[in-house]
């Protein structure tokens, strides 16, 4: 199975600022997702980052508060821009490694992110 | 558009007996399933999933779940539960032709020893 890694592991950030969470899977995959998850409940997608196209966003979701990039197969960054109190949340980062599985989803350990 | 509810926020069971987790789903044509359990400070793991084929899937740590497209469920379930567990279960639906997976609110096992 794909094994992911996410930095930071946590945040504590002041409002207005920005913080860029990087994602690294061990191998290459095509389909990475972000969600975004409170402590305990349930995940909601944020985007999907395939590498070599835009990512799509969820509906309440946009580009310029959520920057993703995906520059190759193994690596992705989400960017949580101009932050508030809200924002203040567990951001999962998961693939699909469909050279091992299709459909199943691996995840990250999470960054979880305070804002202050 | 696809959906998924858990019923219950929380399942208690004592140590030894069958638990069940339960979950609907609602999707447009045939519908991928799948169950991901996460454990304290953990990060979530796949258990199982049903694609096609034989309506009783088996999973990790013993766990199995049974699709009924008539009652359009897909519950957990584990003839002997243990303290270990204990976890919060997560179902989720993608739909046949899709990759956008969408999951339920989660519902938190206590298994009591």
């Known amino acids: 199975s794909a094994v992911i890694s996410q930095k930071p592991s946590r945040d504590i950030c002041q409002r207005g600022t920005s913080l860029t969470i990087q994602c690294q899977v061990d191998?290459?995959?095509?389909?990475m997702f972000w969600y975004r998850q409170q402590p305990g409940q349930s995940l909601t997608l944020i985007a999907t980052a395939n590498q070599g196209s835009e990512a799509t966003y969820e509906s309440g979701f946009v580009i310029d508060k959520f920057p993703i990039s995906r520059p190759n197969l193994t690596f992705s960054t989400l960017t949580v821009s101009n932050m508030s109190p809200e924002d203040s949340s567990i951001y999962l980062c998961s693939v699909e490694d469909e050279t091992v599985s299709w459909n199943e989803q691996f995840f990250g350990p999470g960054t979880r992110l305070t804002v202050l | 558009a696809q959906s998924v509810a858990q019923p219950e926020d929380q399942v208690n069971v004592a140590e030894g007996n069958p638990l069940t987790v339960k979950c609907t789903y609602s999707v447009s044509g045939n519908p991928y399933l799948f169950w991901y359990v996460q454990y304290p400070n953990r990060g979530l793991q796949f258990l199982l999933k049903?694609?096609?084929?034989?309506?009783l899937v088996k999973g990790s740590y013993g766990f199995e779940a049974e699709f009924n497209k008539s009652q359009t469920s897909f519950h957990l379930k584990k003839p002997s539960a243990l303290v270990s567990d204990s976890a919060l279960y997560f179902c989720?639906?993608?739909?046949?032709?899709?990759?956008?997976?969408?999951f339920g609110a989660g519902t938190r096992l206590f298994v009591k020893a």
């Open positions: 989720a639906v993608r739909e046949a032709q899709g990759f956008k997976t969408i």
């Open positions: 191998s290459q995959v095509t389909m």
């Open positions: 049903y694609i096609t084929g034989d309506n």
